[in-house]
């Protein structure tokens, strides 16, 4: 297969399109397929045997698409795209919000995380917790991230608290909080924290992969499906910016608690979702090729 891989990314926009777009080229080029990367807006479409168009900017079933054999949308804003597969990658996402696509693949199980590399050794959560990871996202903005770093540093002083500082975010870091810069991804800092803050984009799944105390905030509307599903799960601790540290201190002081959430997490999310997608892909695309 030739697979074009569409996606935003950039201020507003973040890192997290690209990173799922690169979890399902990790997997497709594993297979033998052709993908090229390209960053939307797109002024000339590669020929392809389909594409995949993770964008909130840009509609899967877009006339702009017209023509293309098969057509993926990853969505999790439920647009009811008229597509040949939407992928709802969401915990919690369900299938019947997309009606209009010819198959649907909703929920955790199809959670796109980028591979982890095996030398990516989790830290125990029944050890004490001396590092703390915030990740508000890559184009975090207002700050959020550095104002709960800054809080928790300030109550938790015998804790290293970490921030992840993007691209497209606030620069600013708080004194006693140490900046991250992160650019080929975040598995190791994910993997080496105690106890993780995060926002609701692909930081979060990772930090599920990888079986961490999690502490979940909600920054924007289509975050919450993937927060308040996984705390169904008991997944993550959800929490808001005025209780996070309230939140985050409990879970430092429990081993208890810290395990409980840390096994829900990994069961919630297990990282084989780009390969359940690829196979979906391949199957659509055969079909394509060799019509009934």
Known sequence: MNIVLLFDEGPGAGLGHRRRMEALAAELTRRGCECVLVPL???????????????????????A???VPVIVAVDDLERDLAVDLVVDPSPGA????????????????????PPLDARVIEVGVDEPVTRILVTTGAADADGVGARVA???????????????????????????VVPVHAPDGLAPEIAAAGVVVTAG????????????????????ANQRQAVY??????AVIVATTHTVTDAVIALVNSETRRFAVATA????VNGDGASRVVDMLEQLTSQAACPR
């Open 41 to 63: 807006p797109v002024t000339h479409m590669p020929a392809s045997d389909a594409i995949v168009v993770d964008s909130y900017r840009v509609r899967g079933d877009d006339r």
């Open 65 to 67: 698409f017209a023509g």
């Open 94 to 113: 369900i299938g019947a919000a997309h009606r209009r696509a010819r198959r649907v693949l909703a929920g955790a199980a199809y959670a796109l995380v």
């Open 150 to 176: 800054g809080e928790l540093a300030s109550h938790l002083p015998d804790v290293e608290v970490r921030l992840v500082v993007g691209p497209w975010g606030a620069t600013d870091v708080p004194s006693g």
């Open 201 to 220: 984009g692909v930081a979060l799944l990772e930090a599920c992969v990888l079986g961490r105390p999690i502490v979940a905030l909600a920054l924007a």
């Open 229 to 234: 599903g996984l705390e169904r799960e008991g």
């Open 265 to 268: 997490a990994r069961r919630s």
